[in-house]
């Protein structure tokens, strides 16, 4: 008897390491395939392989625990694991199917958030059908030598008493798993069975629940949402002639308030600080120079190692610096890293760049009176004073004309070119213009002749008259008109970006009929727009490739509807997930959500193929559901377990820079924990309805 215990104990290990054996297989498969393709070792890829760690077990563990039941009820060893493969075939291959088709449609994303994320699905795809093809080339074979007895050496009796103590833990806990299985469980899944209106309302209600937490704002989306960088910016504009020694003695009170806000916070926080004079620098790293221009580029200790944010640190030194006579903006912020562009970014279109930058100062301040908007700027900064000339009644009498005049002033102040000689290696080039005195000297306009097509000369001031007016420093086009962008940076504590959207979409048509120019929402705001479209088409992809893999396995029109209803119901679990977390939507998370829509069938193929084989026995309809649910409850569970377990480390992760991963892991995790109790109760409850349906038509039809 002793003896007979020991081989039990050892073939359920072994058993164990058949199945766990199919995860180093497969990942070797998948990465040799992905390297074939040309993809890369990259932090993408490697969240994909911790999310598919769960994921490529879920085949052996199917198979492995039919052949463990057929085992346990005395079927030969070699029977029961062929029997086994050949039994959960077609379950497992659609299972794996159906979850390869919920990932492909990801393929079809492009853009720029394409080629980042387009690592998931690839790896997914590549894993699963290397965790299908290992299943049943390599596991019936591992099964059926596990199933054989195996004698061990005897060890040490250390080694003895700490196996037979890891044996009892087993045991005991299978022997309570039972007695709750046939117990509890089995009653309750009667109950949810005999109930099954009350059963399907409250899936109803969490559905409800769910839309309500989304059209309440407790659930916020931010596209994407990218790390915390370490570097953030200040830039200094002064008006146009402002004093060199103005802007260097703001820009020593820069670095003065910085120092002073580090001081504060009573930590170390800066690791470099740069003073710039005479340049800005933009959150791409792009700048411009001139005289009134000003900036400090601070690099902060790493994230991981600090407890204050950049949004703190950015506050608190704001609330130190004291603006001063002639400062025409101000504008301290994060260089962010990840995708090109910001959340928010607003393009105006017209005619007139003066309207243009009126409105575009409007919008300004409408982004700055909404909560959670830290800084606003425009790609249209104010340049130099200009003086901008027109032709006098009596210049226009004389034959002038603006382009004569224009050329003839070019001629003075910038010059003519008259000769070219080359001197050596060198080209020299000759030119007339006024001496350097008078081109430095506004006044010098006075006494400046024209000459008239006739060959006289008359004074400028005669025929043109001149008026001041501020310039800009550059004039952008798109699409062929005059186009400024204004750009945000928004505390994601307080409020994303599609609110900020949804506020201004209410208030621009208003201001673009006033100053007469159109709106659009550029940068990521564009790009959303594309990835939705793409994301939305790929859906569509997705569904009509799970239903037609489902119709095919199980020959009817009808069923799969039935196991794709899991879906609507993983996803309420998925949105619950991050309401519970406290974070947003983001577009890892919608990757989540179709890889959860492929997870979630699997289970209940599996159970939809055990309730028909019950019925081929002769089970009735409520006794075949009730038989099904309560024999794969060990398969079920173990699928979801290994799942969520693979994703847990991912899940709790501190580390700032994994934190837009999170989402994803959440959507997986926490939608797969809840419709592990779906496919057990509510789905049985869905297929009661559909099969005493089918047999009431049968029976008028007969």
């Not at 299943?135 to 199933?147: Q, S």
């Not at 893999?549 to 309420?572: D, E, G, K, Q």
Request: glycine share 10%; aromatic share 8%; hydrophobic share 45%.
């Amino acid at each position: 008897m002793f003896l007979g215990n020991r081989y039990l104990r050892l073939a359920g290990r072994t058993r164990a390491d058949s199945v766990a054996v199919g995860i180093p297989t497969a990942f070797l498969a998948a990465l040799g395939v992905f390297w074939l393709i040309g993809g890369s070792i990259n932090m993408i890829s490697l969240f994909a392989l911790i999310m598919a760690l769960g994921v490529i077990v879920d085949d052996a563990i199917v198979v492995g625990e039919d052949a463990d039941a057929h085992f346990r009820s005395g079927e030969n060893p070699a029977f029961a694991s062929e029997g086994a493969a050949q039994r959960m075939l077609w379950p497992v291959v659609a299972s794996s199917l159906t979850t390869i088709a919920a990932f492909m449609p990801l393929l079809v994303v492009g853009g720029i958030f394409g080629n980042i994320l387009g690592d998931i699905p690839i790896v997914m795809i590549c894993v699963l059908i290397a965790s299908l093809l290992e299943c049943f080339v390599v596991l019936p074979h591992h099964l059926r030598n596990a199933f054989k007895p195996v004698v061990a050496s005897t060890g040490t009796g250390l080694l003895q008493r700490g196996g037979r103590r890891v044996d009892r833990l087993r045991q005991g806990f299978d022997r309570h798993f039972d007695h709750f299985r046939e117990g509890r469980f089995r009653r309750l899944s009667q109950l949810t069975l005999r109930h099954r209106g009350a059963t399907l309302a409250c899936a109803l209600v969490s559905i409800i629940l769910t839309i309500g937490l989304i059209s309440g704002g407790r659930i916020g989306f931010s596209f994407f949402p990218t790390p915390e960088p370490q570097a953030i910016y200040a830039n200094a504009n002064f008006v146009a002639g402002t004093p060199k020694a103005d802007v260097d003695a703001f820009l020593d009170h820069l670095h003065e308030t910085l120092n002073q806000t580090e001081e504060s916070f009573g930590v170390p926080l800066i690791d470099n600080a740069i003073v710039r004079r005479g340049e800005v620098i933009g959150a791409s790293g792009a700048g411009r120079l001139g005289d009134q221009l000003g900036s400090i580029s601070v690099e902060l200790a790493s994230p991981d190692h600090r407890d204050v944010r950049n949004i703190a640190f950015i506050r608190a030194w704001r609330e130190r610096i004291q603006l001063p006579a002639g400062i025409d903006q101000l504008i301290i912020a994060e260089r962010t890293g990840g995708p090109p562009g910001k959340d928010v970014n607003v393009r105006l279109t017209g005619e007139s760049p003066a309207q243009l930058k009126l409105a575009a100062e409007a919008v300004g301040i409408m982004l700055g009176s909404i909560a959670g908007v830290v800084s606003t700027e425009d790609d249209m900064p104010w340049g130099r004073e200009q003086l901008i000339y027109s032709l006098t009644p009596y210049g226009q009498s004389l034959g002038l004309s603006t382009q004569t005049l224009g050329r003839q002033l070019r001629a003075a102040y910038d010059g003519r070119l008259a000769q070219i000689y080359q001197q050596q290696s060198d080209e020299i080039e000759v030119r007339v213009q006024l001496p350097r005195a008078e081109r430095e000297r506004l006044g010098s306009l006075n006494d400046l002749a024209i000459r008239l097509n006739d060959g006289r000369f008359v004074p400028l001031n005669q025929v043109a008259e001149f008026e001041t007016r501020q310039g800009f420093e550059a004039l952008r086009h798109a699409e062929g008109r005059l186009a400024v962008e204004i750009t945000a940076d928004i505390d994601a504590t307080q409020t994303t970006a599609g609110e900020v959207l949804a506020t201004l979409t209410e208030a621009l048509p208003d201001l673009a009929r006033q100053y007469n120019v159109r709106y659009s929402f550029e940068g990521r705001s564009a790009d959303q727009r594309e990835t939705m479209a793409d994301m939305q088409t790929g859906l569509v992809i997705g569904l009509l490739l799970m239903y037609a893999v489902l119709v095919w396995v199980f020959s009817s029109w009808s069923t799969p509807l039935i196991v794709m209803a899991v879906i609507p119901l993983a996803l309420v679990g998925a949105l619950l997930g991050h309401w519970v977390m406290g974070l947003n939507m983001t577009i890892l998370s919608l990757f989540g959500l179709f890889g959860l829509s492929g997870i979630v069938v699997n289970n209940s193929i599996i159970l939809v193929s055990f309730y028909q084989q019950q019925r081929k026995r002769g089970l009735s309809i409520s006794e075949g559901l009730n038989e099904a649910v309560v024999q794969r409850l060990r398969a079920v569970l173990l699928t979801s377990l290994t799942t969520v377990g693979g994703l847990l480390p991912l899940l709790f992760e501190t580390s700032l820079q994994a934190q837009f991963l999170i989402p994803m892991a959440t959507s997986i995790a926490f939608g797969l924990g809840f419709s592990t109790l779906l496919v057990l109760l509510v789905i049985p409850a869905l297929m009661s309805v559909l099969e005493e349906y089918k047999e009431r038509r049968q029976s008028r039809t007969a």
